[in-house]
């Protein structure tokens, strides 16, 4: 059996089915946050981490759809890289929360993904 194969088989399809959940949402959120600051001043760092949060999370969304090409390593950074702009792009909403619900859901749905990538990971890890 090849260690896809194998990875497919031992995964922890609740995790996987969680994260991916999550980063939908996530890549969701970030879309609607970023067109409600349209055309506000001082927002670029908000939008500009949305805009990037968003195209990682539809990424990371659309590698755990294809488990059986999975290669353990380049999903583990994946999951770390999704986590750095998840965190990066929930400080900068949570800074603008009070004054935009936008904001404020982005956020929610980013420490959301955080939360599901930490969790596939130690799924993963008791895997290898």
């Known amino acids: 059996m090849m260690m896809a194969d194998a990875m497919v088989e031992g995964m922890d399809m609740e995790a996987m089915q969680n994260l991916m959940e999550a980063a939908a949402a996530c890549e969701q959120a970030c879309t609607m946050c970023v067109s409600s600051m349209l055309g506000m001043d001082g927002m670029e760092t908000c939008s ?30 994946a999951m770390q890289a999704s986590m750095m702009m998840a965190k990066a792009c929930s400080a900068e909403c949570s800074m603008h929360a009070d004054m935009n619900d936008h904001c404020r859901m982005c956020a929610k749905a980013c ?6 990538c930490e969790a596939m990971m130690a799924s993963m890890r008791q895997m290898s």
């Open 111 to 116: 420490d959301e993904l955080v939360s599901a």
């Open 48 to 77: 500009a981490r949305c805009m990037n949060c968003a195209d990682m999370s539809n990424t990371m969304m659309r590698m755990m759809m294809r488990p059986a090409g999975m290669e353990m390593d380049a999903m583990m950074a």
